[in-house]
């Protein structure tokens, strides 16, 4: 099983020698290696049983080591990287020689973050090279939040999870990348595209992809419970199955015909930000419950309610 800690030298030892580990950034838990070895790649997605279609982000902790493997750096982007780094904002800039094909899955662009957790910028100031770090589970399950998380899933497959306690955004990065002098967000996350265009102006905004995707994050479904999870079809769920064996997730209310015991509200507040942190690990205290499916309500479509249907909806079965 893997050692939880939080012993900065043992992962700049375990990273160095090609390994894989797990680390906390405040969107989820990623699963990190050496970016410019393409063996700790290789190992990243075996250890995911990720398709090497679907590009990883690298991650660093400054603009300036940023710039040294990307070949420009346009003036949107820079905008946006001093605005919102470190936090949850990927950038897709064109990369250098020095980041293998293998990291961006043959694509002339790289996803570049740098993320907003101590311990991680720690760790990364300290290493001489870039860390390539997709979500620390499983392809295609929700993903981690916690040290925990990544141990009940990845703890027989990697030797060390770096323990920052509970990711405060709890949701992926938002992905923008630029054609010509527009920006793109290629993936919605924790930066609202409201907030992106307070810097730099009106975006475009690109549905997911079922294969090829042009950024990480982007394939149709993704972030899944095991349980099969139903969006708006609460009347037909409830003809099929017994209230004590269903779930729901909402956003700010209990749903009358099923036990509070198998809800879980997101924020009694209606608050965006606390939603998106519990979305995760709500998720997975549903599919630990003794229930056969999960009900979920999307949210208001603004601010951070976007990103969070988003994952609602790549979990879902169905949806009217």
């Not at 699963?31 to 991650?59: C, E």
């Not at 300036?64 to 990927?90: C, D, I, M, N």
């Not at 020689?97 to 311990?119: E, F, K, M, W, Y």
């Not at 409830?238 to 909402?250: F, R």
Request: charged share 20%.
């Amino acid at each position: 099983m893997a050692t939880i800690g939080t012993d900065i030298l043992s992962v700049k030892k375990l990273l160095s020698a090609g390994e894989v580990v797990g680390i906390p950034t405040e969107t989820v838990y990623g699963l990190a290696g050496n970016a410019f070895n393409d063996d700790a790649v290789l190992k990243i997605f075996s250890v995911k049983n990720r398709p090497q279609f679907d590009p990883l982000i690298v991650h660093t902790d400054s603009i300036a080591h940023a710039a040294t493997f990307v070949r420009s750096f346009p003036q949107k982007a820079k905008q946006l990287a001093e605005a919102f780094w470190p936090g949850p904002l990927t950038l897709l800039l064109p990369k250098s020689d020095a980041v293998s094909d293998l990291v961006t899955s043959g694509l002339s662009t790289v996803a570049v973050r740098i993320p907003n957790h101590p311990l991680t910028l720690e760790l990364l100031a300290c290493l001489d090279f870039p860390l390539a770090a997709p979500s620390a589970n499983p392809f295609g399950y929700i993903s981690p939040t916690s040290a925990q998380h990544v141990e009940n899933q990845l703890g027989k497959k990697i030797p060390y999870i770096l323990d920052g306690g509970e990711s405060t955004v709890g949701i992926e990065s938002t992905i923008v990348g630029f054609e010509g002098e527009d920006a793109v967000v290629y993936r919605l996350g924790g930066i609202a595209v409201e907030a992106i265009e307070r810097i730099i102006g009106p975006v475009q905004t690109v549905s997911h992809s079922t294969s090829n995707p042009k950024a990480p994050g982007m394939l149709k479904s993704h972030y899944s419970p095991r349980k099969p999870l139903f969006i708006n079809h609460l009347p037909e769920i409830l003809q099929q199955y017994s209230p004590s064996k269903i779930g729901s997730l909402t956003f700010n209310h209990l749903v009358d015909s099923i036990p509070a015991e198998n809800q879980r509200v997101l924020s009694p507040t209606a608050d965006y930000p606390e939603a998106a942190k519990h979305l995760f690990a709500y998720m997975r205290q549903l599919d630990s419950l003794p229930i056969d499916v999960i009900y979920a309500e999307l949210l208001p479509d603004k601010d951070l309610g976007r990103a969070i249907n988003d994952r609602i909806r790549r979990a879902a079965v169905r949806e009217v």
